[in-house]
């Protein structure tokens, strides 16, 4: 400990007090001067060097040799706690992301049918016919009778609840994957654009609102604007039995 509080240890810091204030420590000008001509090269990591500024500053400025070998001290023990704390820490930077990643992976979306059942699969997606737009039906029939409860196939956001012309009360609902059902010809709706609803959860009825030929409900499955498809298979893919 001696030589290093009398020596090498306050030279090689000098290096790092800032040049602006050397004027202003006029008085250890040449002290400053002669010890960074003879200030070996330092190897301290960043951290450790700048612990050592205000030993340097304090040694450089002729304060009392014992206070300063007690700042000297301090420093080279906080120094010592820097770098055992940067070794303990570099692991943690490297280390891989926890396994917990899949874990937390959502699990896919619980889908149901939507009617409990008392239903009756009537017109088939794509289907042709003069009774819809562009000839080719854009979803999947469930006649049953007027007022039998409609439930959200998956978890989701309401898109929107109302009126669109020939689709009657129409409820849309964007899920969690991307993709939309709509629910058409409903007696009534119970929800509302923004609400959140759980799977099974009960949006409407269905009813005979719009162009339709009795009660029924007109599911819809979309994966994208205008990428209609088939609710059936959606529905089977995602373990629901119609
Ligand atoms: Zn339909």
Do not use: C, K
Not at 89 to 99: E, L, W
Not at 218 to 235: A, I, K
């Amino acid at each position: 400990m001696a030589d290093r509080a009398s020596g090498p240890a306050s030279l090689r810091l000098v290096p790092l007090v800032p040049l602006a204030a050397v004027p202003v420590v006029s008085a250890v000008m040449g002290l400053l001067a002669l010890a960074a001509t003879t200030a070996p090269s330092t190897t301290a990591p960043p951290a450790a060097r700048a612990v050592d500024r205000p030993v340097a500053l304090v040694a450089t400025a002729g304060i009392d040799p014992f206070v300063a070998a007690g700042w000297r001290r301090a420093a080279d023990l906080e120094r010592a706690e820097l770098t055992s704390r940067a070794s303990r820490a570099t692991p943690a930077r490297v280390a891989p992301p926890p396994p917990a990643t899949a874990a937390a992976r959502p699990a896919a979306p619980r889908v149901v049918l939507p009617l409990a059942g008392g239903y009756r699969l009537t017109a088939r997606f794509a289907e042709s016919g003069g009774r819809w737009h562009g000839n080719r039906h854009t979803g999947q029939d469930f006649a049953a009778r007027w007022g039998t409860p409609v439930r959200a196939v998956a978890a989701g956001v309401v898109r929107s609840s109302g009126y669109r012309g020939s689709y009657g009360l129409r409820v849309e609902i964007r899920h969690a994957d991307g993709a939309i059902t709509t629910y058409s010809h409903l007696g009534s709706s119970g929800v509302r654009a923004g609400e959140r609803v759980a799977a099974g959860e009960r949006i409407g009825r269905v009813g005979t609102s719009g162009n339709t030929t009795g009660a029924h409900l007109h599911l819809e499955v979309l994966l994208g604007p205008d990428r209609f498809t088939d609710p059936l298979q959606w529905l089977r893919a995602h373990g629901a039995r119609p």
